[in-house]
Every structure is written in C-alpha cells, then in structure tokens.
C-alpha cells in the first residue's frame, strides 16, 4: 500500500473511532458487541468451527456480570462434550476468550473511565503499530519472527516500543508509563503475533477481506483487542 493511501485510511479509522468513543453507553456496548460478532465469524472461520454464541456468551457474561471466562470455559466444554472433540474444546475457548471477553473490556474502561481513556489507549496502539510499521520499512534490516510474521524486523520492534512509551508518558505520565508501559508494549506485540499464528496455521493471509485490500477486522484490531485488558487493570491499579 503506498504511504498516502496508508495515511487516508487511517485518518478515516480516526476519525470513526473517535466518533464511536462518544457514544452513549448503550449505544456504544451495543456497537461493540455486534463488533465481536464479526469478529467471531471471522475467527470462526480460521477454525472451521463455527461457535460464534462461544464470543457472544463470553462478552455478555463479561459486560453485565464479571463472569466472561467462566462461561466461555463452560460452552466450550459443552461442546468438547458433545462433539467428544479436545480440538472442539480449545478451539471454542479460542473463539470465546479473544473474539468475546477481551473486547469487552474495552466496553468496561469507556463505562469505568470514560471516552478520553478509551482515546488515549487508541492513541497508544496505533502508535505503536505506525511506528513499527515506518520505522521498519525505512530501516528494517533484521527479521525476528520470521514463520510468523516475515515483515516484522528488529528496528521496527523497537521503534514501536519507544514511540509507544512516549505516547504513554505524554498521555499518562512518567509514573504510569514506568510501571505498566512496558506490560502494555509487550501486549499489543503478542497480540499481533499470536493473531498471525492463527493464520498461519490456517493457512490464510488475512481473516476476511471485509477491509478490503486491508484484510478483515480483525487483521486491523488484534493489537487493541489484547492490550484493552492489560490497560483497564492499569487503570484500575491491579
């Protein structure tokens, strides 16, 4: 993708997140749960099984009651049992626990905390995957994880790492940063690397191609997805 249509799209992903982030809460959980849904599809079909009630279960449970995990262990079982699968079993922990109860975490800090945390975290992910991504392109020598993700180098790694600590101490200051931005770097990397995984393993460039050119949702999300729930016990203090 050239660097201008790079620059359009995410002025346009700004500019809806932005947007979404000041919905009413309603609204907003509402927008976020039909959001897992798809993203369940999408996982779903990676995994050819199709559990999308797994992530569905998994966020309610979470957002109304804290029990997001015991459900999803519950359905999974549920199905393991019935289909006498492990395979079945995992797989719908899988589809649970990263399509249904991670994102709703991020329903938990816009109602705990309010849209500017929700923002400042945005703010915090893209940083680090822009960086990444320019820094790598421009200097990227050294490949590191090259099975999973052969366009990931060293420079890039590290430059996503310092602008997102920077991001960090402009946005939350030299005390938070140095107690969980580390945490919270390390999060956004093993998301996308365990999404590529996935994909790898199921033999696909992308999850869907509901972005077009971009891929699917959850190409575009993975980073967001598993640092929400690091940033909301940031945030919390545990």
């Not at 999408?42 to 459900?71: D, I, K, M």
């Not at 719908?92 to 945390?117: C, H, N, Q, Y």
């Not at 940063?177 to 460039?205: C, E, H, N, P, Y």
Request: aromatic share 14%.
């Amino acid at each position: 993708m050239e660097l201008s249509g790079r620059y359009s799209v995410g002025l346009i992903y700004a500019a809806v997140a932005l947007a979404i982030s000041f919905f009413p809460m309603w609204a907003f959980s509402a927008f976020i749960f039909l959001l897992c849904i798809f993203l369940s599809i999408e996982l779903s079909r990676a995994l050819s099984l199709n559990l999308v009630y797994s992530a569905a279960g998994g966020f309610l449970a979470q957002v109304f009651f804290n029990l997001g995990l015991s459900v999803v262990v519950l359905i999974s079982f549920f199905e393991g049992l019935r289909r006498w699968s492990q395979d079945v079993f995992l797989k719908a922990i899988i589809i649970g626990v990263i399509s249904g109860l991670l994102p709703a975490d991020i329903v938990s800090i816009k109602r705990e905390f309010g849209a500017i945390e929700l923002l400042k975290l945005l703010a915090f992910v893209w940083s680090v995957d822009t960086a990444s991504y320019f820094v790598g392109k421009k200097f990227g020598k050294r490949k590191v994880f090259g099975k999973l993700s052969p366009n990931k180098t060293l420079e890039g790694l590290i430059g996503g790492i310092v602008a997102g600590l920077l991001v960090l101490i402009v946005l939350k200051g030299f005390d938070f940063t140095q107690k969980w931005g580390i945490s919270l770097v390390i999060a956004s990397v093993i998301g996308d690397l365990i999404m590529s995984f996935i994909k790898r393993l199921a033999g696909i460039k992308d999850f869907s191609k509901a972005l077009g050119e971009h891929g699917g949702l959850l190409d575009r999300l993975d980073a967001l997805i598993f640092t929400a729930p690091f940033y909301l016990r940031a945030l919390r203090g545990f």
